[in-house]
């Protein structure tokens, strides 16, 4: 089985930066060849879940919500098994527990947004962004 352990979150003034990391455990290469999507969901208080950046690693296809677009920056190392996010000039509004997710195959972009699409997810990680 998959697992998925998360790590960077924290707190931040307006306008910082911080870089989340998950890396999963559980599966060899040969399971899956490369062919799964990993990535980053949040939730807010008060708030639905939302998808905010995956990767499909076989095929490098990058996923980003509208409202971290040009701020966010999702990559990748294969070796370690390990996704970043990248997030630069956070807001208040960015502020939640950031998810982990995994899904074995690839995922178009008119679903990424989709949390059932997802099998296995992290534990979370808290990012507070102050004003």
């Known amino acids: 089985e998959v697992q998925l352990v998360e790590s960077g979150g924290g707190l931040v003034q307006t306008g910082g930066s911080l870089r989340l990391s998950c890396t999963a455990s559980?599966?060899?290469?040969?399971?899956?060849?490369?062919?799964?999507?990993i990535g980053w969901f949040r939730q807010a208080p008060g708030k639905e879940r939302e998808g905010v950046s995956v990767?499909?690693?076989?095929?490098?296809?990058?996923y980003y919500s509208d409202s971290v677009k040009g701020r966010f920056s999702i990559s990748n190392d294969n070796v370690k098994k390990t996704v970043y996010l990248q997030m630069n000039s956070l807001k208040p509004e960015d502020t939640a527990v950031y998810y982990c997710?995994?899904?074995?195959?690839?995922?178009?972009?008119?679903?990424?947004?989709?949390?059932?699409?997802?099998?296995?997810w992290g534990q979370g990680t808290q990012v507070t962004v102050s004003s």
């Open positions: 559980g599966f060899l290469h040969e399971d899956y060849h490369d062919d799964y999507t």
């Open positions: 997710v995994f899904r074995v195959g690839i995922i178009g972009a008119e679903v990424a947004g989709d949390d059932s699409m997802y099998d296995y």
């Open positions: 990767i499909s690693i076989s095929i490098g296809l990058t």
